[in-house]
């Protein structure tokens, strides 16, 4: 669990020019950075066999982003989320990226 001087939501970066929020992710975020995560590096093997990987993929990155998540408080991790305003009809743009820190 978070503490309350937790960074969870606090903006980082703004680029007012184009629309760009990012911000520390929240854990109300969590599920969506695991899915676009899992989606970008999965890489297909075999066609058959692709959809049931991609599962396990998919489980493993959501428990290893909650694990890491743990460590939000101490900026040893530091989930990203870029927001962008949209005004057509598909919404939000939504992106991520995990920081690790060590040291």
Do not use: C, H
């Not at 970066?13 to 854990?27: C, H, I, M, N, Q």
């Not at 408080?73 to 530091?78: E, G, K, L, M």
């Not at 989930?79 to 005004?87: I, T, Y």
């Not at 939000?92 to 060590?102: C, E, H, Y």
């Amino acid at each position: 669990s978070l503490t309350r001087g937790s960074p969870a939501g606090t903006r980082v970066l703004r680029f007012p020019a184009k629309g760009w929020d990012v911000s520390y992710g929240t854990e109300a975020q969590l599920l969506d950075i695991s899915e676009t995560q899992a989606k970008a590096f999965f890489e297909p093997v075999m066609p058959f066999i692709d959809p049931l990987l991609l599962q396990y993929f998919r489980g493993d990155v959501s428990v290893t982003l909650g694990r890491k998540y743990e460590y939000l408080d101490s900026r040893r991790f530091a989930p990203l989320v870029a927001v962008k305003e949209r005004d057509d009809d598909f919404g939000n743009r939504f992106g991520t990226k995990g920081l690790s820190f060590s040291g």
